[in-house]
């Protein structure tokens, strides 16, 4: 026999219904989920959608900074910038300084007008939550503080 009691009280930690991972994690795919038929409409997937929200927002990014905004590391990054860079909607450019391991990312052209096309998807996703404004907010402000920012 172990030394370890196991108490009744476990046993109930152990249920799915009682972890906050769970919900957390299936309410993710699912939002991610109600993403594809929107971004399928402008040839992205999620992560890049993501990735060049950062990009319109910024204009233009070092790989590592996009990974602390984005919770990815390059080895991650790297396939999916490639990947947007061979669709034409950013440039991978090494840094001004000469480090070979800094690159910078950039926007091109069609990808600054992409901008346009993915404009109304906020918008679409919130109808498609059931949530009203003020939960939706409440929500926002929670998984931030999770997350420590």
Do not use: H
């Not at 993710?28 to 060049?52: C, H, N, R, S, W």
């Not at 790297?78 to 061979?86: D, I, S, V």
């Not at 480090?99 to 091109?108: G, K, P």
């Not at 059931?130 to 920012?149: D, I, R, S, V």
Request: charged share 25%; hydrophobic share 40%; proline share 3%.
């Amino acid at each position: 026999m172990s030394d370890i009691t196991i108490t009744r009280k476990n046993y109930e930690m152990l249920k799915l219904k009682n972890q906050l991972c769970f919900p957390l994690y299936a309410a993710a795919k699912d939002v991610v989920a109600k993403y594809t038929p929107f971004l399928d409409e402008i040839g992205l997937t999620y992560t890049q959608y993501i990735a060049m929200m950062v990009l319109w927002e910024q204009g233009e990014v070092g790989v590592s900074e996009l990974g602390g905004y984005l919770y990815l590391d390059s080895n991650t990054l790297t396939p999916l910038l490639k990947r947007l860079e061979a669709k034409g909607l950013v440039r991978r450019e090494r840094a001004a300084d000469g480090d070979e391991r800094a690159v910078r990312i950039t926007l091109t052209q069609a990808g600054a007008q992409l901008r346009e096309q993915a404009a109304e998807i906020p918008a679409k996703i919130g109808a498609c939550l059931p949530l009203a404004k003020e939960e939706a907010e409440t929500l926002y402000w929670l998984l931030y503080k999770l997350l420590g920012n």
